[in-house]
């Protein structure tokens, strides 16, 4: 059997971690031929010893230098650019794109231009820039897979059947660790306390982001993008115990569910070795001692950020990308302690709502409505506060 | 486009009703070209003039004659004969097999030999005579579709996957209408009692049957045959909602369900139409609306025909024709008033231990296993009691 060859973007992260965990497990399968970071030079260096790896990228100058002491036969490309040439480099079969936020753009756009295949985590890219990225695949004939446990679970559904015969889709969301809040309590949150996801382990931007629902609503995008829907076809479900991924409803009435423990280990594989379905001795879900699967409507009262993405999804132009420019500004903010939880939604709302809509037919489209956010984030928050 | 040519074997039950409807909701794809029945003349005739069929078969010669004389310009079969000739008769594309009990076995070969496709409701057959009836669709080519909702449901789950990767399947159960009742209060249940089914509206046979879990029982040797499985991997979970109308739990940590409100037309339209997907009025479920499904184990100890089930199938050979044979005694016995409500497994386990097994090759040793059963079961009750 020729082995799949792989190249993870994003390989010191949860999700590149649980990447190699799954090609750890599936030697026969899985060749891991390339691997980058944005810095984290150590994690990164121990992983190419592992698996044997001579061709990793380093945005991070520093890292890539100490890469470059380490590991003295290897390839070391550097800056962000080396990101975007590490799959071309090694002719990888598959790019695993798991960086984190809207840096991860460039890098999947060109394994896509050039035909090659992407697994999917990182959501911004399908947020700010869906219809570049997913003409680019269209146009090579590249497919982009999902890994995200809710987006695979659709991927799934859709196995055997015609697209065309979708009614909607049901988005399932745990509802974050602070579902039950009220405003008062959620204008609170501490950067510690939103970090403690109830139920997934990630990285500290998306676990920020399930708190707020902008995750929830960037999965909106991811969903309407990959699987060519309208945003009308969309619809969240809160499901606390996140054991039904999510559904598909279909226009005769019936609806298929994907369901599983929740491991992010299982959709990987499933989008690593896709359209296999191999076995494996990750955790499965026993329904008799789980006793019960509880659904409600989202609360876009106290989850505004949900709300946004609809509204700016619908809106389209370069709404979306200010959206998720905002955003990522204000998780970082909030993270370094100089603004409230409930001021994210609140500073990606007013940027969306003083933005001027311009078009988006490039990457450097995106570019500047991601710069005009960030700049807007950066101009209303002042002096330690939100103005 | 060609319309898909059906023959409804069972015309005047629940399923033949439906069936009739789905195909009148969808005139351009579905033509109705046979109808037959048990007895039930007038529904028939009207049926036969509503769709304009003109082969009628009708196993009582009373009611065939009565046929004749209302439909002269008809051919109208007659007697057992007459339901496995009609589908031949008429080259129907697919028939329906929707006959009450083992007098169905005979007609659903017959179409199967001939490599007419049959949607099949009607689940004896393939507990009676599992093997013979999928070898004989093996042999001419021709495809069984289950219709039952817990069947199309692990079909539909099954659309685009490859049957090796299946773990195991979740066969969901509602529990029936005496799911809380103790030991001595099923011993009291009355006929009508065990007819008024919470969920489904079905014929007596299937709605007692329901109300034992023999009906659950069978559906079991349903999965078994139809996707080649051991009994080993069929579980069944006690799912009161009867939302989840089955899953596949897959050997890579991955579950499929197939979901929806419960009403038989929707099966029946997904049967009669496979594999289109066509779009209807049907009712939808809204999960925030149900709030919660429930998963519990099932209790063989207060309904044994389950247990009863999993034990004549793993011994194979001519014990599930003569647990089909005494069940159907037995529950005929029940609707006349002559044995109580926990009787009928009782009759069936004994006639279970009392039987020395043969080899199945053909559908007389199947009438054989048959007859002997139903002669034990009319042994242990005289006199109005069990003995």
């Known amino acids: 059997m020729k082995r799949r060859r792989i190249a993870v973007l994003g390989s010191t992260g949860s999700i590149g971690a649980q990447t190699l965990e799954v090609a750890r497990a599936h030697p026969e399968r899985l060749e891991i031929v390339a691997l980058a970071a944005n810095r984290g030079a150590p994690t990164l260096i121990a992983q190419a010893r592992e698996f044997g790896v001579h061709t990793v990228a380093l945005a991070d100058p520093d890292a890539a230098a100490q890469a470059r002491a380490e590991l003295p036969d290897a390839q070391v490309l550097e800056g962000a650019s080396g990101l975007s040439e590490l799959a071309l480099a090694t ?82 969301a745990s509802g974050g660790p602070f579902a039950r809040l009220n405003k008062q309590e959620l204008a609170q949150v501490t950067p510690e306390q939103a970090l403690s996801h109830p139920t997934w382990k990630m990285g500290p931007k998306v676990t920020i982001d399930s708190a707020t629902l902008a995750n929830k609503g960037f999965e909106v995008f991811e969903l309407k993008w990959l699987f060519g829907l309208r945003f009308e076809q969309i619809e969240v479900v809160v499901h606390h115990q996140s054991i039904i991924h999510s559904m598909v409803q279909f226009h005769d009435g019936s609806m298929i ?32 001692e789980i006793g019960q699967l509880t659904f409600e409507r989202p609360d876009v009262g106290r989850f ?70 960030r700049r807007f984030v950066a101009h209303e928050v002042r002096d330690g506060s939100v103005r």
């Open 91 to 172: 002719g990888a079969d598959l790019v695993v794109g798991a960086v984190s936020g809207i840096a991860g753009l460039a890098s999947v756009l060109t394994a896509l231009q050039h035909g090659i295949d992407v697994a999917l985590a990182n959501k911004e890219p399908l947020v700010a820039a869906g219809e570049i990225v997913t003409q680019a695949a269209g146009r090579s004939g590249a497919t982009i897979i999902p890994l995200d446990s809710e987006i695979s679970a659709i991927f799934q559904c859709l196995r055997g059947e015609d697209r065309r015969t979708i009614e909607k889709v049901l988005l399932t």
């Open 304 to 373: 505004p950020s949900l709300r946004l993405a609809f509204e700016a999804g619908k809106s389209g132009r370069s709404y979306p990308a200010v959206l998720n420019g905002a955003n990522e500004s204000a998780v970082q903010l909030f993270l370094e302690g100089r603004i409230g939880f409930t001021d994210i939604p609140a500073l990606a709302e007013r940027a969306l709502e003083a933005h001027e809509p311009f078009d988006i037919s490039s990457i450097d489209d995106v570019a500047q409505a991601d710069t005009w956010a």
């Open 257 to 288: 569910a994907q369901m599983g423990a929740p491991d992010m280990r299982v959709p990987i594989q499933y989008g690593l070795l896709y359209p296999e379905r191999v076995a494996n001795d990750l955790p499965c879900v026993v329904l008799a």
